[in-house]
Structure formats: structure tokens, C-alpha cells
């Protein structure tokens, strides 16, 4: 069975995957030092702070002790004033060079059986972008098994960023659920194997509520995707109003900003399970919305805000739906992009997410404008105080590992984020919304030592934290490649990013030459 039914469907009866194989252990990556200090860097704290700079950053084991500004700029530091290498440690000089928090992706599925990717495959290229924690939302390859990611991750047994275990609803049931009680028992049983938190499509309205109420007992978090099948009954209000972490995407938030109409205006020949269906009119579903300014719209953007509600809008996993070549010709494609992947996202009524049967102008125009309506909202609601996290939910829609979660900046910088906001959207408030805050998501003593180390400016240019790098005329008239993290640091583990994206790249070759194949053919070629 496809992961079409988890990633699109409420729950009647559980589908079974069989699970990748875990990641390897690890055997890349240097430290944690009795001490490492990163000298001459430039600080974006991931608080919405501007950077600093020239500074030492400080770590002792996993942990940053301290971050002292060393002067104000390069030439005018004094090496008396800086902190002293203790015996054992280990220097880096990286003057001029950018550090900013791991980023936080709220939305990373850990690959999966149908598009043939393995766990290292997918690390690597989240180690490789600076990503340093990932909420794997479903856990696709079963509870055990990411549970178990967890830990090893935890233990840095394995190269991988921290895995955040979410349970589907109704994960490891092979009946529907029918009364409160079993939603409620099904939660402290998701706990007992390791789950931090659910994620839900929609259900009946009783049993529902019984699991985002036995969460709260229990401490666990939430999100969900407000498939259409559920919507008309349960949409981000009814959920955020039960206590729902994050909303996915934007399902279930049009719906709750309906004021002329109480279901969407399908057609009479629309099926959700044809997918070419479901994401044409879901392009044209914003424009059913209340506007804003308008009576309906303030009052459900003020509840939502008072309920401290966080948006985690995965902008990046639908752009092909409105600008389709581009994202299929993404450059990146070619030497990162995994054989079997790039034959999942082509069109197939089979695979999730392949559903561009004739897909055409109308349906990109329609897009388009879902985009600016969409993004104005997630915009205006972080000017109003609200939380927007980063998810990439990448592996679907030509949207590959690492580099969906940098178009996903690039995508909030679109929508009307400064960069500064941007940068916090993707530490910080990520790290908030999984309760993770006091040891993640911010540059400051006392957490974890979680950091990209980039050369170039990211506040400057969002492009730069791309793996291919960005494009740059040089002072001697060629174009050249700049940018790509330069180091990933998890836990106070010091890793190559260029070389973990190096590795990726064999890796592909190995593939690509194993199979046959020299470049990718385009659909229909």
C-alpha cells in the first residue's frame, strides 16, 4: 500500500509499511571537545537579534558556555581579551565566517519504502544544509523504528539530526477506533514506545478530541494535516481550541475562515482519491476565503493567536503546483536527486504527491493566486505575534532532502518575512513549538551546541545556504559557486557539510551508473 493513504487520508484502518534500513553508525564527525572555540565569527542568534560580530563562541562538551564579543571588527581584536584555549581543546579559525542555529525542520519525513531512499541518503543532506533537528511527522517507517532513530540519535550512535517521534492517529491499529476510550489508550500506548507527540488527518469529532486531551495528560505535542475527508467537521479552529501544537500546510484554515459558504465549492465530478482532483481545486480554495480586514477573518486570527496556535505552512512542497518545470529542473536534481525518487515524482496515480496527469496553465494561474492569498495570512500573522515554524515535508513533488528546507526560507522571505524573522522561524520558534526551547533553537550559553557554520552572509542572501551554493561573478569576470554550510555542529560534534554532501553525490553517481542512467529523462521523453 502507498504512502498515499498516510500522507492524504483520515484513518479507518491502519496501512502497513515495511520500514527502510536504519541509519548507519556513525563514523564521521569530530568531538564533542573538553573544549572548542569557534574564533571570529558573526553571530545570528536565531532571536531575531541582528548578527555580531567578531565573537568566540565557546563550547565545553555539547554545551555553549559562553559567546564574548572580541572586538568590532577583525583588525581590531586583541588577543589578550579573548578566551583561553584550555589544555585538550581544539580552535577553529573561522573570522569573517556566519553562525546561526541548527536549523529546525517541523516536517521531515525519514524517507520511505516506496520511493527507495535509505535513512544515510537522508541524513546526509540534512546534516549537509545545517538542519540539526527534524520532527519526522507520521514516523512512516513505524514507532519502533523512529523511536529508536531517536535514541541512536540522542547517543550519536548514528550522523543524524535529533529526531522528534510523531505517531499517525491510529498507528499500530488494524480497526478503526470507535469510542474515546480507545483513542485514549491508543496515546499512552504511543508514549510507552517512544512517541513525543501525534499527528492526526481528521476523525470523528469524540474520539478525536479524547486523543488531544489524553496528549495534554500526557505531556505530548500535536500536529496535523486537515484532510478534506474530516474538514467539514473538524477544521484548525475545532483543533486548536482541543489544544493542536502546529496546523501542516494550510488545510482546515480556509475552511475556518468560511463566512458565505460551509464546504468547499467542489465540482460535481470531483474525487479526493484522484489526486490530479484533490490538488486542482485545493489551488483554488483560498479564494473561497473570508478577506481580510473582514469580520470572520479577525475573529479567527485573534482566537488563533490567543491560543498561542503555531502555523508550520510547508509553502515549499506545493511550488510545482504552481510553476511545474521549475521544480522539475531544479538544478540540484542531477547529481543529488536518488534514481528510484525521481521515478516516484513522476506523474502516476500510484504515488503520492505524482499527480500531474494534465496539469496546465489554469490550474499554475489558480496557484498562483492560492500563494499570495495564503501568504499573506501566514504573514499578517506573524506580524500580529504569531508562531511560523519551517517544514519542508520533502520526498514528494520533486522536493528532495536538505534543499526543500532551504527553498522554505527563501519561500517565508517571499511571503514578507525579514530575514532576521526568517532565520528565527527556522531556529527558534521550531524549537518552541516542540517544547524544545530551553536546550535548542538559539545561540546562548547554556544550550546545546547545535550550529551552522557558514562562510557567506545568509542574511544577505538565503541562496548561499543551498548546497549548490549560489552563483557569484568574480572580480576576474567568471562566474564562480559560493556558499553551502561549511560545518555542521550537532551536539558539539564538529561535521564536514561539504563533505557529507560529497558523500551524496557518490553515492547518486553509484546509483545512477548501476542502473543505466547518464541524466534523468523528463516525463514523456
Known amino acids: ?41 558573526n553571530v545570528i542568534n536565531g532571536t531575531g537579534s541582528p548578527a555580531y560580530g567578531p565573537a568566540d563562541v565557546v563550547i565545553e562538551g555539547n554545551r555553549i558556555v559562553e559567546i564574548r564579543m572580541v572586538g568590532a571588527d577583525i583588525q581590531s581584536i586583541k588577543p589578550d581579551d579573548r578566551p583561553k584555549l584550555k589544555n585538550g581543546g581544539r580552535e577553529m579559525d573561522l573570522a569573517g565566517h556566519y553562525v546561526m542555529p541548527g536549523i529546525v525542520d ?29 520532527r519526522d511527522p507520521a514516523c512512516g517507517n513505524g514507532i519502533d523504528w523512529c523511536a529508536k532513530e531517536a535514541r541512536r540519535s540522542e547517543a550519536n550512535a548514528t550522523a543524524a539530526p535529533r529526531i522528534f517521534p510523531y505517531a499517525y492517529f491510529g498507528m499500530g491499529r488494524d480497526k478503526p477506533m470507535t469510542t ?43 500536529a496535523c494535516h486537515h484532510a478534506q475527508l474530516d474538514v467539514s467537521r473538524v477544521n484548525v479552529l475545532t483543533t486548536a481550541r482541543w489544544g493542536l501544537t502546529t496546523m501542516e500546510h494550510w488545510y482546515g484554515l480556509p475552511e475556518a475562515l468560511f463566512d458565505d459558504r460551509t464546504v468547499q465549492n467542489y465540482p460535481a465530478d470531483y474525487n479526493y482519491s484522484n489526486e490530479a482532483h484533490r490538488f486542482g481545486q485545493a489551488g483554488r480554495l483560498w479564494a473561497q476565503a473570508a478577506e481580510k480586514g473582514s469580520e470572520k477573518y479577525e475573529a ?3 482566537e488563533l493567536l490567543e491560543l498561542d496556535f503555531t502555523l508550520d505552512p510547508t509553502f ?83 522536493k528532495i532532502y536538505g534543499f526543500g528546507t532551504i527553498e522554505e526560507l527563501e519561500l517565508l522571505r517571499e511571503a514578507g518575512f525579514h530575514p532576521l524573522e526568517v532565520i528565527r522561524a527556522a531556529t527558534l520558534n521550531g524549537a518552541q513549538a516542540l517544547g524544545a526551547a530551553d536546550r535548542i533553537g538559539s545561540l546562548e550559553p547554556g544550550k546545546l551546541a547545535d550550529i551552522a557554520v557558514i562562510k557567506e552572509n545568509p542574511l544577505a542572501n538565503l541562496k548561499v545556504l543551498y548546497g549548490t551554493g549560489h552563483i557569484r561573478l568574480g572580480a576576474d569576470g567568471k562566474p564562480a559557486r559560493v556558499g553551502g554550510v561549511d560545518y555542521t555542529i550537532k551536539d558539539g560534534i564538529v561535521f564536514d557539510a561539504k563533505q557529507l554532501l560529497r558523500e551524496v553525490r557518490e553515492m547518486v553517481a553509484t546509483e545512477k551508473k548501476k542502473r543505466g542512467i547518464e541524466n534523468y529523462a523528463q516525463p514523456g521523453e
Open 300 to 302: 479567527v486570527i485573534k
Open 316 to 398: 515549499t512542497i506545493y511550488q510545482a503546483s504552481r510553476d511545474l518545470m521549475r521544480a522539475r529542473r531544479a538544478e540540484w536534481h542531477d547529481r543529488y536527486t536518488w534514481p528510484t525518487l525521481w521515478n516516484f515524482f513522476a506523474p502516476n496515480r500510484d504515488n503520492h504527491g505524482s499527480f500531474f496527469f494534465d496539469w496546465g496553465t489554469e490550474d499554475e494561474v489558480a496557484w498562483r493566486d492560492n500563494y499570495r492569498r495564503w501568504m499573506a495570512f501566514v504573514n499578517d500573522y506573524k506580524n500580529r505575534g504569531g508562531r511560523v515554524t519551517v517544514g519542508s515535508d520533502s520526498g514528494y513533488i520533486y
Open 1 to 41: 500500500m502507498k504512502r498515499l493513504l498516510l500522507a492524504a487520508l483520515p484513518l479507518f484502518a491502519a496501512p502497513a509499511f515495511a520500514a527502510i534500513a536504519p541509519g548507519a553508525d556513525r563514523q564521521s564527525g569530530d568531538g564533542p571537545y573538553t573544549q572548542l572555540i569557534l574564533r571570529g565569527v
Open 106 to 134: 517541523l516536517h521531515g519525513h525519514i524517507g520511505g519504502d516506496e520511493q527507495g531512499v535509505s535513512a544515510d541518503y537522508v541524513y546526509k543532506l540534512w546534516m549537509g544544509h545545517g538542519i540539526t533537528t527534524v
Open 180 to 222: 474515546p476510550e480507545e483513542a485514549r489508550e491508543w496515546v499512552r500506548d504511543m508514549k510507552k514506545k517512544g512517541a513525543v507527540g501525534m499527528k492526526c488527518f481528521g476523525y470523528r469529532p469524540d474520539v478525536l478530541q479524547a486523543a488531544f486531551e489524553e496528549l495534554g495528560k500526557q505531556g505530548m505535542r500535536s
